[in-house]
């Protein structure tokens, strides 16, 4: 499990996150949702220790972010960035390989080479592992950074708007892999997203955050309430069930 404790994070006199404390269980999907502004992708960065935080603690696996050691920690844990951008060319082979660095040190192995191959057919990427990544759609280049984190072999997977350059075809498509990640290799996701509905639909717990506060955390059931969202969005949002998943209809 991942356990959060007084989280807290400031920039001068703002605070973006304000003392967040959450229980996100082993296994399975879990969202954080909330406003532009409301914290998450700030609260995502600490956890994986990629932003310091200015109080509070958190422990992934039982392993203090602050404290354990970086090889220890990557191997435990693996992020996808909200943004991310490469320095040099690389093959989309080549890019997912940089998963394997905190189990081989950059010294590839046989071992690696399953790995990767793995990934890449988990993301439907077979025919495209020899494209350079630059010569990729944007939903493509997209899944190639995702199978980098999954060809890591973590526990724990950390994706901040991993719909990010997907239309909805493929957001469809992500969010269904990312299921099938869950449920058949034992992975515990944890991804911002902003689409309610796909949270709902795909997730088996919710963290909502508004103003650098957790306001709400539950399932789909016990969230996806018009009273529940209009505190987290200020707006009214319908709830109708289809196919037994609870739907936030907002565009009206």
Do not use: W
């Amino acid at each position: 499990m991942i356990e959060i404790s007084g989280v807290s994070k400031s920039y001068g006199s703002q605070k973006v996150v304000d003392n967040v404390t959450a229980t996100i269980p082993a296994g399975g999907i879990t969202s954080i949702i909330g406003p532009n502004g409301a914290g998450k992708s700030t609260l995502l960065s600490m956890i994986s220790r990629l932003l310091p935080m200015d109080a509070g603690g958190v422990a992934v696996g039982g392993l203090d972010v602050t404290s354990t050691p970086s090889r220890e920690l990557s191997q435990t844990m693996a992020i996808l960035r909200q943004e991310n951008q490469l320095s040099v060319r690389l093959s989309v082979r080549d890019l997912v390989g940089f998963g394997r660095f905190p189990h081989n040190g950059g010294r590839a192995t046989a071992a690696d080479k399953i790995h990767i191959d793995q990934a890449l057919d988990y993301l439907d990427l077979g025919p495209l592992a020899d494209r350079f990544v630059d010569e990729l759609s944007g939903g493509q280049r997209q899944r190639a950074f995702i199978a980098m984190v999954l060809a890591q072999d973590t526990k724990y997977l950390l994706l901040d708007e991993p719909l990010n350059n997907l239309d909805m075809k493929h957001s469809v498509h992500m969010m269904r892999t990312l299921r099938k990640m869950a449920d058949e290799l034992g992975k515990t996701i944890v991804l911002v997203i902003h689409d309610i509905n796909f949270a709902s639909c795909y997730s088996d717990n919710i963290l909502a955050m508004k103003d650098g506060r957790l306001i709400a955390q539950g399932t789909p059931a016990e969230l996806m309430h018009s009273s529940v969202l209009a505190d987290v969005y200020d707006i009214d949002i319908r709830i109708e069930e289809i196919d037994g998943n609870r739907i936030g209809v907002y565009f009206a």
